[in-house]
């Protein structure tokens, strides 16, 4: 990934200033109305991840914790991540093992990912999964998650 794209960094952003800031107060506010908490562990982990332009591995967000330059310890990181991804804040790539934001707004659908193969950026669609969940109900399954990961080249490294 990165060694074939030739635009300018940036053109996946993520959050930034009063963006940032508005997203978190969302996330607070949903933590309070389903009585959980927005600890500083997570709130930090939660705005890595809308600070980031792409995918970030447990072992990154670990590196880029502390406020000062120190890493926190990889539980902490790990039991944040697990939590934002219970909500609906945060998804896991599985062909990745790398996390996002969910840009959705978390409240129970049913993600998917378009990944760049060149620049590493991955955007989120909701798909219409409903003839495969009618087929798999008609078969007698109950689904209880679908993951979808379809790689390709972004708009930007297309045209790059």
Known sequence: MGTECHHADGAH???KGPALSH???LAESRCAVTQERLTAPRRRVLELLLEANAPQKAYDLIAAFGEHGEPAKPPTVYRALEFL???GFAHRIESLNAYVPCRMDGKGHRAAFLIC????????????????LAAAQQAGYQVSTITLEARGRCAACRES
């Open 117 to 132: 193969d060149c620049c590493g950026a991955a955007e989120e669609f909701e798909p219409d999964f409903s003839s495969q």
């Open 85 to 87: 991804e219970r909500l």
């Open 13 to 15: 952003p993520g959050l």
């Open 23 to 25: 997203a978190l107060a």
